[in-house]
């Protein structure tokens, strides 16, 4: 494999001091979007003035989207060849930055979920496991071309007592062994709800550092921010497996 050393993949983040330290517990951990050592190649990371858990989750805010485009135009006037963000529920504004610039814009993981059940046929469910279910809204699907045809089910991690921490203490440092319990749990659950699930997509971009737990305990294909970035790195010839 061939890897061009020089970044062509751009990642929207939250402005820093924005980031609350449990957070930031997550964001050291390999796999997670924000980390450099998360990709096999060079990312070029920016920060979106604004760009916080309240303007991009709870309420997403039409001001910050207005920074992102412009900070995509300027990444793609510097030679960038595609853009991703550092939160899967910037879905909502998957559309008007797509149609904004002339480079690929892939904003969430949940992007995935059609291609998911197209090659697990529409009889198998796609289980999406997302930081708070409440906030993942039909708006999002919509934006992601995800319709009610698609057989799927959301699972939140909200009700998990050390994830709420993110919400409720976000200053406050996770026990990261409960965390884990608390992912793998989530999931089992929702194997239990639907025993038709053939795929799990992982709409938090803090969650990739679980996924091989998840494909390994479950045994079905785990899609998340990282595997979207993998194939677009090899589209736009940022990996080649071959000359």
Not at 161 to 183: L, Q
């Amino acid at each position: 494999m061939e890897i061009v050393k020089i970044p062509k993949i751009g990642i929207l983040r939250w402005e820093s001091g924005h980031v609350p330290e449990g957070l930031m517990q997550l964001e050291r951990m390999n796999g997670n979007s924000t980390n450099p050592d998360s990709y096999p190649f060079p990312v070029k990371m920016v920060e979106v003035k604004g760009a916080n858990t309240e303007t991009v989750i709870i309420h997403p805010n039409r001001e910050v989207l207005a920074r992102m485009i412009d900070t995509v135009k300027e990444m793609e006037k510097e030679g960038i060849c595609a853009v991703t963000t550092s939160c899967g529920f910037n879905a909502v504004f998957q559309k008007e930055l797509s149609e904004a610039v002339n480079i690929p814009v892939f904003t969430s993981s949940i992007l995935q979920v059609p291609f998911a059940q197209a090659i697990i046929g529409k009889d198998e469910e796609v289980g999406i496991i997302t930081a708070n279910k409440a906030s993942l809204t039909r708006e999002h699907m919509r934006a992601c071309n995800i319709t009610d045809e698609h057989n799927l089910y959301v699972v939140g991690l909200e009700d998990c007592k050390e994830w709420r921490k993110i919400f409720d203490e976000p200053d406050d440092p996770f026990d990261m062994e409960a965390v884990s319990g608390e992912i793998l749990g989530a999931v089992e659950k929702g194997f239990e709800e639907h025993p038709n699930t053939a795929v799990i997509v992982l709409e938090c971009t803090d969650l990739p550092p679980y996924a091989q737990q998840i494909r390994e305990r479950f045994g079905v294909p785990v899609f998340d921010i990282n595997s979207m970035i993998g194939y677009v790195a090899m589209s736009i010839g940022q990996i080649r497996l071959y000359e």
